[in-house]
C-alpha cells in the first residue's frame, strides 16, 4: 500500500477541462452572465478559484477566541445594568455601553449624565476583567470622561483596562449632519484628550474609525473600507499634528467594521482592511502592527416582518467577522428592529457568538481564509478598489471636506439606488420579507417598541457647529415592509386582508409551479391568496371568481395551456367585471394578445415587484 502512487491514478484536473465540461452544461449560453456575478463595487465573482499560491496569513494582535460583545442601551441604567450582568454571567466577555441620543441608539440608549448613572449602569461590572466599548455618538468626550473618572473613582489604574473609548466625531458628523465645530478645532479636542489620558496611564483607544453610518446609508464594501481608511487617516493625522508621535498616534485608534450576510464579501472586506491599514502604517513611517479591529452586524439587512430570520442573517455576520479577523463581535439582537430588544432576544444573540466559538470551535485556526482562492481574489480586489476610492476622498481635501461638500454622499446614493433596484426587483431577495413571506406570523415581545427615529444631538454651541448632508440610516426591507403595513390597516378596517384569486388552470402539474410563485409573489405585499379546484366551465370559474369577493385575479399555468386557454379566461373574467387581472410569467410569443384580451399586468423574475404590489393594493382598496 505504501507504493501507491493515487496522484499517478488521479491526475489533477486543469481549468481547461472544467470549462469543457461547463461549456456542454451552459449548450452556448453566455459564460460570463450565467456563471460570473458582480458586486456593487463592479467586482467580478467566478464561480470557481484556483488555490491562492503564496499567501500570507493576516494576524490579529492577541490569538484565541473573538470577544463576545454585548450591547448596553437600556434607558434606565438600573435595568441596563441588570441586563448588562446577565449577559456577562452568560457567557460574554465584552460591553458595548450605548449611551441615549447616540446614532446607534436608535431612540433608545442608557441615560448617563453624570458619573452616578455609569456607576449605577456599571454596578457589579468587574472593569477590569472585561473589554468595555463606549458608543457615545456626538458626547464621546463627554461620556469618556465619566468613565474615566469612574475608573479611578473605583480605584482601576487606567492601564490596566482594556477600553475602547469610542470618541468619532467624523462618523458622528456622517451620521447625524452635524460636527460640533470647524474640523481644526474639534482635532485639536482630540489631540488634547489624548494627551489628558496618556498623561493619567490610559492605553486603550481613544479614536474610532466607524463604518456603520456609509454602510447604513447604502455603502458597498469597497466605499465602507475607504471611509474608514479615510477617517483613520484624519484623526492620525490630527493626533500628529498636536504633539503625538506616529506611534503614540495609531496606537490610538481602533476600528470598527459592519458584518452583513453576505458571507464572502464580509470575510474579504475584514481581511482587506487590516492589509490597507498596514499600508497606510507603512506610507507613515511605521512598521505594520494587526489593529484593534471591532465587527457588528448590520443594521441595514435586519427586518420587522418575519423577525426570526434575522437569526439566519447574524449568524451568518457573526460567522464571517470571526473568520475575517474580528477582535470583538456586536451582534444586534433579532427583535432590534422592531424595539428594545428583551432578556430572551439578547440571549440568542450572544448564545450565537458562543456556538460558533466553542462548539463551532471557529476561533482555532487563524485567518482560516489564507490561501484559499475565492477569498484571497476578493480581498485582493477589495483593496485595490477601496484604495482609489480612498484616494479620491484624499483628492477632495480628506473624508470631513468629502463630507462637507456632499461628494461621498453622493456616490454613496448611487449605489443605494442600484441596491434598491435590486431588492424591488427581487434579484437581491429578503427572505421572509420579499420572498417566503409569513402573513400569519405571530407577534414577538420587545421591552419597548421603536420610537421615531432620532439624530444624535451635538454637545456644542449652535453657533460653532458645521453642518453637512446627513447619510440616511436604511433598512434594506423597509420597502416592502410599508406595503405589509398598508395591508395590515386594511385588515384592521376591514377584518380581513386584502386577496387575490389565483385562476389556475389545466392539471395540477401545470399550474402548482406559477401558483406557488403568485401567492409569494402577492404575499410579499400583504394580499392574501386564494385558489380554486379545476373547473369543467368559463361560467363556473366566473362564478368562484365574484362569490370569493377578491377584488385581483391572477392566472396561473403553463405556456402549453396558456396558449390554448387563457384569453379565453382572460375574455369571461373581464365579462364578470371582475378587479385587475395578473398572469403568472411573461409569454413574450403572445403577450401582446393577453394584453388586448385584458391582462393588466405580467408578473415574472425581474419585474418591479414593489411597483406591481403597490398598485395590486391601490386597486384592492389598501
Not at 468626550?141 to 492601564?159: I, P
Not at 512598521?287 to 426570526?308: G, S, V
Not at 421572509?432 to 456644542?460: Q, Y
Request: glycine letters at 8%.
Amino acid at each position: 500500500m505504501d507504493d501507491l502512487n493515487f496522484a499517478a491514478d488521479f491526475p489533477k484536473a486543469t481549468r481547461e477541462q472544467w470549462l469543457r465540461q461547463v461549456e456542454g452544461v451552459l449548450k452556448g449560453a453566455d459564460f460570463q452572465k450565467k456563471l460570473v456575478s458582480r458586486t456593487y463595487d463592479g467586482l467580478e465573482i467566478q464561480p470557481l478559484y484556483p488555490k491562492a499560491e503564496g499567501a500570507q496569513r493576516i494576524a490579529r494582535a492577541e490569538a484565541g477566541p473573538w470577544r463576545v460583545s454585548q450591547r448596553v442601551d437600556h434607558p434606565d441604567p438600573g435595568k441596563a445594568n441588570e441586563l448588562a450582568l446577565a449577559d456577562l454571567e452568560g457567557g460574554a466577555d465584552a460591553l458595548t455601553l450605548v449611551t441615549r441620543k447616540a446614532p446607534a441608539a436608535r431612540g433608545f440608549g442608557v441615560a448617563v449624565d453624570t458619573i452616578d448613572d455609569l456607576d449605577r449602569a456599571l454596578n457589579g461590572v468587574m472593569l477590569d476583567l472585561i473589554h468595555l466599548r463606549l458608543d457615545a455618538g456626538g458626547h464621546g468626550r463627554q461620556v469618556a470622561g465619566l468613565f474615566t473618572a469612574l475608573a479611578e473613582r473605583r480605584g482601576h489604574k487606567l492601564s490596566d483596562l482594556s477600553v475602547d473609548l469610542g470618541l468619532d466625531p467624523i462618523g458622528a458628523m456622517a451620521a447625524t449632519g452635524v460636527l460640533s465645530a470647524p474640523w481644526d478645532v474639534v482635532a485639536g479636542r482630540l489631540g488634547e484628550t489624548l494627551a489628558a489620558l496618556s498623561a493619567r496611564g490610559f492605553k486603550g483607544r481613544t479614536a474610532l474609525a466607524d463604518g456603520r453610518a456609509y454602510h447604513e446609508a447604502g455603502a458597498s464594501e469597497a466605499q465602507e473600507l475607504a471611509a474608514v481608511l479615510a477617517t483613520g487617516v484624519a484623526y492620525l493625522r490630527a493626533l500628529e499634528a498636536h504633539g503625538h508621535t506616529p506611534d503614540a498616534a495609531r496606537d490610538a485608534l481602533a476600528f470598527l467594521l459592519v458584518a452583513d450576510a453576505d458571507e464572502f464579501l464580509t470575510v474579504a472586506k475584514f481581511r482587506a482592511l487590516r492589509r490597507l491599514w498596514a499600508r497606510i502604517e507603512q506610507a507613515s513611517g511605521l512598521e505594520p502592527k494587526p489593529i484593534r479591529l471591532h465587527a457588528e452586524t448590520a443594521w441595514r439587512i435586519t427586518t420587522r416582518r418575519d423577525p426570526w430570520v434575522n437569526m439566519l442573517r447574524a449568524t451568518i455576520a457573526t460567522f464571517s467577522a470571526g473568520i475575517g479577523g474580528a477582535d470583538a463581535v456586536t451582534v444586534l439582537p433579532f427583535t432590534a428592529a422592531l424595539g428594545l430588544p428583551d432578556a430572551f432576544a439578547r440571549r440568542v444573540a450572544r448564545n450565537t457568538q458562543l456556538i460558533l466559538l466553542h462548539e463551532a470551535n471557529l476561533w482555532r485556526v487563524a485567518d482560516p481564509a489564507a490561501g484559499a482562492g475565492g477569498f484571497e481574489a476578493l480581498t485582493d480586489a477589495l483593496c485595490e478598489k477601496a484604495w482609489a476610492l480612498f484616494q479620491e476622498i484624499e483628492r477632495e481635501g480628506g473624508i470631513v471636506e468629502s463630507l462637507a461638500r456632499g461628494a461621498l454622499q453622493q456616490r454613496i446614493a448611487a449605489t443605494r439606488a442600484q441596491r434598491d433596484k435590486a431588492i424591488a426587483t427581487r434579484r437581491e431577495p429578503i427572505t421572509g420579507t420579499s420572498e417566503f413571506p409569513n402573513i400569519r406570523e405571530a407577534d414577538v415581545t420587545v421591552l419597548f417598541p421603536s420610537p421615531a427615529r432620532e439624530n444624535g444631538e451635538i454637545a456644542s454651541s449652535p453657533t460653532q457647529a458645521v453642518y453637512v448632508e446627513p447619510l440616511p440610516s436604511i433598512r434594506i426591507s423597509e420597502a416592502f415592509e410599508r406595503l405589509r403595513d398598508r395591508s395590515d390597516a386594511y385588515m384592521a378596517r376591514m377584518g380581513e386582508r386584502p386577496k387575490v384569486f389565483l385562476v389556475t388552470l389545466g392539471p395540477l402539474a401545470a399550474f402548482t409551479a406559477r401558483a406557488t410563485f403568485a401567492k409569494n409573489f402577492f404575499e410579499a405585499g400583504g394580499i392574501e391568496s386564494i385558489s380554486n379546484d379545476e373547473f369543467s366551465s368559463l361560467d363556473e370559474l366566473k362564478k368562484a371568481v365574484i362569490e370569493s369577493k377578491a377584488k385581483l385575479i391572477c392566472i396561473c399555468s403553463s405556456d402549453e395551456i396558456y396558449k390554448d386557454q387563457a384569453i379565453s379566461a382572460t375574455e369571461a373574467l373581464r365579462e364578470a367585471n371582475v378587479g385587475p387581472i395578473f398572469l403568472a410569467e411573461r409569454p413574450t410569443e403572445f403577450e401582446n394578445s393577453l394584453t388586448r384580451a385584458g391582462i393588466k399586468q405580467f408578473i415574472h423574475i425581474g419585474c418591479d415587484t414593489l411597483k406591481v404590489l403597490s398598485e395590486a393594493l391601490d386597486a384592492a382598496g389598501a
